[in-house]
């Protein structure tokens, strides 16, 4: 994967590989280029294999003429750095040569054998256990977990972006509010409360660095090594690692089409200290947590003294029907934080999300934060206030429902056109996946392995519904994404499931 | 202090807060900014006594007529939201009127007394115990840590946002590296080799929040609850803080002139697992750490197993003679991770830093890593990486350079002009403040919490030295920062001071 990364991003790394030329200098330009991409190869920056861009693109971005880049290539080849006949396709050698680059790393750290033991302690190996799969390049049909970034208004970011940042205020550069820049924290309060019925101040808020963070810090800051925490019985795996990593106890709670069971909850951890949910939207299941649920939830942690994670990772996007009021709206005794994320209604790389615990709560909270890193980055804060303030991010979400409606529609309608009575896929008002199950009918004719298998040869992503259970029971659920596939992408992706399942043995290998 | 921002932030905080005018709206524009403030102000978004803007300054702010403010201020005078004889000084009421706002707002959570217990738990308690004074609106003479932002090149880099983020590419969007940006990484490495001396790879880097975020996140991964950690004995109490918030038992370790006396670390705690150490320009006394005792800390980190940071928190600002190698780079087992930071050399508010450690490790740092906050936000990360690349970052450093070795003189000449004999200031060939020391003479005239208060009495901060000390001991020494005042604010201070001590009743108390 990091190879992926590498040769992915090839022709674009170049100007971000610091590759500078002076003009002034008196070495050659040719030369100065050269020297810069031996070295990025030498570093490892340049990983074997990777395609050089052509010398007409490479001239464009060092403003420099397209004969000095052919001379640095041809030079590079001729050091055995870079090898290929055509132009066109140099690539970095597999072997670069023993230069005077990797003469001056020898003393250099790099080059001794990593040391033992390992860096992790067992605090950090237990942090470290579950692995997650990076996130691709961009996301294959039926991926779930990536939002359509390619409808982002990038052109209005940049521009609030450069009307903060131009000639910033001091105000702007010297916050330093471990809750987060108060304006900020003032338009999520509006946008929740107008947006999502939940009624909060901005000293309600804290901003983080998306919805891990906050979980891992409020997990860190609230609870105790050893305790108790309930989860709802399919989580994402990502939820236990986190709730591990913290040295706590992840108590498995059944769900059932009200959401979390409270009673067997209780049963099975009364002492719990908290319970982890995902109330608008049961991920991955989908169902809504009923309003006695609710009730039962809020009644138990106020008996005893303990928290409730609102995880409301998705609710912006409800297709249809009126959303149900936050669980954090019912809540009388201040036992709910409630958590948002930018991750899917902006894109995940932006790494920004919010708590909203009671204002009493926050102060202690914001000083523990102070404690660990100081603050958010500033940086992207004023620009998001403005972003919800003036109306962007309203109008934005507006237009990601619809996208994402058309999407989800095209899905299931593809769906029931092409594998009814193999695969049932079930509707859904909200989110950015859809849940299926293979029938009977289908799993006589191939097991779930078996159409993973098919599918992922094929260039399809199915998760399976399984991964989210750690009893590890057989279930023939499968998780489809579609936020990020345009209409087009998710009929032929259909197509290609129904016709490889046509295919399959059972019915005598016949497409 | 919050209290402070709002006011200072006060003009500017308008648009922030999320007023938007609905041209196409039934309702006049006039109302609809009157219901916007005063939600503003019930929500505690605005605090009592805010100053208005202007209604000039407000109407260009959100694009309407100024009579259309005039009318909503009015409205809010009428209402009993703002106060105030002529428009200019219009301030928000003390006592926000009973309006449907807090109506709207009974039934919701900040209403309520916030719960016991308290959010904290002991491990969080712990965390908490250390609060540290907010970073202030803008420096005062002679606070420390405060880097001269008005310097940085911030058209250059909202350009650079702008070429990155404007059209982004699929590969900066998509990037989830917990190591960060590969293209940062592989510029941090050049910059780190070229102007400290520090050869190494991309692969060796990782980009985190900040130098906190950086030990923050070593300690929890690398080391256990109760392991001994080795501490310079004069330390800045943040470290204290965060070594003890993650379970550590903080060893003060002597320092001499040679730097941290590592046969005394020896004797006190053998088997600690880590060291913490400023080699370069030790925070804040200022000496430079010996070859020799580098020599033997390694020996002993390797010898046991242990790891040594090297916060490396200002090496970039040296103005006479030459840097000795970073630590690091005498690393030959891989047990030193280095710690850099851009709070110094942009501005804090960017929250970004980095760890340098063998290729080796980084792989199981990232995947833990990974599992606690997936990776740092990606928005800036292209930004810095060309911001370094192209080499305005060189360019910066050149120009702080000089600007604070201006600065640092100008400091040295006027104390010796105005106050030798009263505090003996000590050279220093690095860094951002200096360190005085109250002679004899001065002492019997007044003691350091006199003249502590006196200067603070006439708006100028003395960080007195005992603070970086745990022991308590007594110190006549001062720190004086002076990277972000002007060559004539530093002269008027140091001409203050010299009143203030010539006053003193010692003398009889003329001036």
Known sequence: MPRGTKSDAGASLFILLGLSLDRDSSQPMSEQLSEQIATAISRGSLAAGTPMPSSRILADELGCSRNTVKAAFEKLIAEGYLVGVARMNTVVAERAPDSYFFAARTAVPAEVPPPTPAILSSRGARISTHRRPRCPQSARPFEIGHPESEEFPFEVWVDLYRSHWAKPRRVVIDSADPRGYLPLRSSIAQYLSTMRGLTCDAEDVIVTGGGFHAMDLFMRLALQPGDAVWIEEATAREIYALVEANGLLAV??????????????????????????????????????????????????????????????????????????????????????YLGTFSKSIFPSLRMGYMVMNSGLVSDFSSARDAIDLFPTMLEQPVMASFIGRGHFATHLRRMRQVYRERQSALLLAMREQLSGLIEIQPDETGLHLLGFMTPKLLRRMSLEALLTKAANAGIVLVPLKNFYRDGRDSAGLLLGFSSLPVGVIRDAVETLAALIAAAPANGGQA
Not at 273 to 294: D, W
Not at 301 to 330: C, H, I, M, Q
Request: glycine share 6%; hydrophobic share 40%.
């Open 252 to 337: 498995d709670v059944p769900i059932d089409e009200q959401g979390m069971v409270v009673a067997e909850g209780i049963r099975r951890a009364p002492h719990a200290r908290m319970a982890i949910v995902t109330p608008a939207h049961q991920h991955p299941l989908g169902m809504t947590m009923s309003l006695p649920r609710r009730q039962e939830l809020l009644d138990w942690a106020t008996r005893s003294n303990a928290w409730v994670l609102e995880d409301d990772y998705d609710g912006e996007f409800r297709y249809t029907g009126t959303p149900l009021a936050t669980l954090k709206s019912l809540d009388r005794d201040g036992r709910v934080i």
